[in-house]
């Protein structure tokens, strides 16, 4: 039983996203805050229907990454053939009153359940780019990378959706939700314009959709 909450298993490990939804090249590891309370859907539990897909951020995640062609459908499958990964600063289910407690402390680089985010490390080092979602995953990332700096950023206002700091690997947005979903699509967009400045994936050519480089 993780020490972090009461579970068996985080629902990392019960689906076993490191078996079935890791990319051969992970081209772009995305960090949200954590996967909702112990009834929300899990973001790697594939929907009856994408197209009445109920998890926003999945929602939000796949058709902006779509519509962008950066990936080739807006499915879980589209996502990990593209080099997509999602995972959680914090892997717990947890309920919306203590995350919203760990967002407050995380704006204060203080969230005490990212203080030793082990469970990203290797994912962080192998990444070419990383989409930052949220202060608790700017938390959980700035204490495992000594270059993202714990300064206080205001991620609702400009220069956000954007990279870190010129040459940075790292994009900082908002985390998805209800009340900023109708955004989401040009976040995406903004996180293109990101990943091709870095090469990460080939502009169209020739009106194909060959996505990667």
Same mark, same amino acid.
């Given at each position: 039983?993780?020490?972090?909450?009461?579970?068996?298993?985080?629902?990392?490990?019960?689906?076993?996203?490191?078996?079935?939804?890791?990319?051969?090249?992970?081209?772009?590891?995305?960090?949200?805050?954590?996967?909702?309370?112990?009834?929300?859907?899990?973001?790697?539990?594939?929907?009856?229907?994408?197209?009445?897909?109920?998890?926003?951020?999945?929602?939000?995640?796949?058709?902006?990454?779509?519509?962008?062609?950066?990936?080739?459908?807006?499915?879980?499958?589209?996502?990990?053939?593209?080099?997509?990964?999602?995972?959680? /600063?914090?892997?717990?289910?947890?309920?919306?009153?203590? #995350?919203? $407690?760990?967002? *407050?402390?995380? @704006?204060?680089?203080?969230?005490?359940?990212?203080?030793?985010?082990?469970?990203?490390?290797?994912?962080?080092?192998?990444?070419?780019?990383?989409?930052?979602?949220?202060?608790?995953?700017?938390?959980?990332?700035?204490?495992?990378?000594?270059?993202?700096?714990?300064?206080?950023?205001?991620?609702?206002?400009?220069?956000?959706?954007?990279?870190?700091?010129?040459?940075?690997?790292?994009?900082?947005?908002?985390?998805?939700?209800?009340?900023?979903?109708?955004?989401?699509?040009?976040?995406?967009? /903004?996180?293109?314009?990101?990943?091709?400045?870095?090469? #990460?994936? $080939?502009?169209? *050519?020739?009106? @194909?959709?060959?996505?990667?480089?």
């Amino acid at each position: 039983m993780p020490a972090c909450c009461d579970a068996v298993l985080h629902p990392w490990d019960r689906h076993e996203v490191q078996q079935r939804w890791l990319p051969g090249t992970l081209r772009c590891l995305i960090i949200g805050e954590n996967p909702g309370d112990t009834d929300s859907q899990y973001f790697y539990a594939p929907p009856q229907s994408y197209a009445r897909d109920r998890v926003i951020v999945r929602r939000c995640l796949l058709r902006g990454l779509c519509a962008q062609k950066l990936i080739s459908e807006a499915t879980l499958e589209g996502f990990r053939n593209a080099g997509f990964l999602f995972d959680h /600063a914090i892997r717990c289910p947890l309920s919306q009153i203590v #995350v919203k $407690a760990e967002r *407050q402390a995380a @704006r204060r680089y203080a969230s005490p359940r990212v203080e030793e985010p082990v469970h990203l490390l290797a994912s962080l080092s192998q990444a070419v780019v990383v989409w930052v979602m949220g202060h608790i995953a700017c938390n959980a990332v700035a204490n495992a990378c000594v270059s993202f700096p714990k300064e206080r950023r205001f991620i609702s206002k400009p220069p956000y959706p954007g990279e870190l700091e010129t040459g940075s690997k790292f994009f900082v947005s908002e985390y998805f939700t209800r009340w900023n979903q109708s955004e989401s699509l040009g976040i995406c967009r /903004a996180l293109k314009r990101f990943a091709l400045e870095r090469c #990460v994936f $080939a502009q169209e *050519q020739g009106g @194909r959709n060959g996505f990667l480089v």
